[in-house]
C-alpha cells in the first residue's frame, strides 16, 4: 500500500461527503462504498453516522452485511461515528430486536443514550492520542458505551451533560486494534486530527 491509504466511507447514510473530505484532508483517498466488490478494495472503512437499524437494514438489502462482518473479522480498520459506533458493538441496549451487528468492538451501547435530538449537544473532550488542544465534539441523538471489554482502550469521556448524572462518565469513544469509535460527529467541525488518527490506523494495518 502507498502513503496514500485507500478508504471507503460507507455511502447509505449520514455525512458521506463530509467524512470524503475529511479523510481526502488527512491523506487518503477516500472513495463511498455501496457494494461487495468495492468493499474488497479498500484498505479501511468509515461507518457514518445515521439511524443504526436503517442502515442495518439496507446492508442486508445490498448483500454487504456478511461480506463486511468477514472483513472486520479479518481485521479491516473500521471508523464508526455515531450509528457506526452502534453497528461496530457486539451488543446494542435499547435498540430493536432485527438490529444487526457488525462487531469488531467489545462493547456494549446504549442507543440514543444522551436522549432526543433536541437533548443535542457539544462539549470539549481530552482524547487519547491527540494531543495539543481538547476535540470538539457534536453529540447528537448520540449513544454511549454502556460495558467495554478488557481489550477495548477508552479514548474519551464525557460527564456533566445536562439531564444525564454530572457524576458519571460516559465513554463517548473507544479503540480496539484497528477499530475506532466515537459517540459524536468529528466530521460537523473543522478538525480533522480523529480522522487523521484513523488514516494512521490504517497505514500501520497494512
Known amino acids: 500500500m502507498s502513503s496514500e491509504p485507500v478508504i471507503g466511507v460507507l455511502a447509505m447514510q449520514g455525512a458521506v461527503r463530509e467524512h470524503v473530505a475529511m479523510l481526502a484532508e488527512a491523506g487518503a483517498r477516500a472513495v463511498p ?42 481485521g479491516l480498520p473500521a471508523f464508526g461515528s455515531c450509528a457506526g459506533m452502534i453497528l461496530l458493538a457486539r451488543q446494542t441496549l435499547d435498540g430493536r430486536p432485527d438490529q444487526q451487528q457488525l462487531g469488531g468492538l ?28 481538547p476535540v470538539h465534539a457534536v453529540f447528537i441523538r448520540a449513544p454511549w458505551v454502556e460495558k467495554a471489554g478488557d481489550g477495548v482502550e477508552v479514548l474519551a469521556t464525557v460527564s456533566g451533560v445536562p439531564g444525564v448524572d454530572e457524576d458519571t462518565a460516559r465513554i463517548v469513544a473507544v ?32
Request: proline share 4%; glycine share 6%.
Open 33 to 74: 462504498v455501496r457494494r461487495a466488490a468495492e468493499l474488497s478494495e479498500v484498505d479501511g472503512l468509515v461507518l457514518p453516522g445515521g439511524e443504526s437499524t436503517t442502515m442495518s437494514r439496507l446492508l442486508e438489502s445490498f448483500e454487504l452485511l456478511e461480506p463486511l462482518r468477514a472483513r472486520i473479522a479479518e
Open 175 to 206: 479503540r480496539q486494534g484497528a477499530v475506532l469509535a466515537t459517540a459524536f460527529h468529528p466530521e460537523l467541525t473543522p478538525d480533522v486530527r480523529v480522522h487523521r488518527l484513523f488514516v494512521d490506523l490504517v497505514r500501520k494495518a497494512a
Open 106 to 133: 467489545d462493547v456494549v451501547v446504549r442507543r440514543n443514550a444522551f436522549g432526543r435530538q433536541v437533548d443535542s449537544f457539544e462539549a470539549d473532550l481530552d482524547f487519547t492520542g491527540i494531543a495539543d488542544r
